[in-house]
């Protein structure tokens, strides 16, 4: 897969339909960098936007992968296939959000107590010190643990997705060798 001919082809379905990178970008809900990511090649969309910059753009999700368009269409079974997959991701996108939430708020709300105690100038006194121990080491654990998690589960999603579309590509090249035989 090559981002830049992706970015390429992205920015001339842009242009054909006479629409700057702010346009698109209010329609598909994202900010003008990201967009301009897409076209110059840095970085490519989520899958769930891939599926909706190609019904927006008339075009199939392999040519918008693949950055050409091509003459045959994707039969409608991979194309469920692939919405199904990325309603999956999505479900999975907001799992992740609602536990840092959690994680962050638990953050949050023990450096309130750790603020709390120490403007009473209490963080040295008998108990009050291991509280302050204690939730300056719970605000510590989360942030370590936030950051740990995120750069994981965003490594994993890399794999998932280039997996994903290794098996599309190997599908796509599958059905053209089974319509060149038909010929034969």
Request: overall charge positive.
């Amino acid at each position: 897969m090559d981002q830049r001919k992706i970015g390429m082809f992205l920015k001339a379905l842009r242009r054909e339909k006479q629409l700057t990178q702010e346009q698109l970008s209010e329609i598909l809900g994202v900010t003008n960098r990201s967009v301009s990511r897409w076209e110059n090649g840095v970085n490519m969309p989520d899958f769930d936007l891939v599926i909706e910059i190609s019904h927006y753009f008339g075009v199939s999700i392999d040519e918008l992968l693949d950055g050409e368009r091509r003459m045959e269409m994707v039969d409608r079974k991979t194309e469920e296939r692939l919405l199904k997959v990325a309603d999956y991701e999505s479900a999975g996108k907001q799992n992740f959000s609602r536990r840092i939430c959690w994680l962050f708020m638990l953050a949050i709300a023990a450096f309130v107590v750790y603020g709390v105690l120490d403007i009473m100038e209490l963080t040295k006194t008998g108990i009050y010190e291991g509280i302050a121990s204690f939730a300056l080491g719970l605000v510590f654990g989360a942030l370590v643990c936030g950051a740990l998690y995120t750069s994981r589960y965003m490594a994993g999603i890399r794999a998932f997705k280039q997996r994903l579309l290794y098996k599309i590509q190997r599908r796509g090249v599958e059905s053209a060798e089974k319509e060149g035989e038909k010929f034969s």
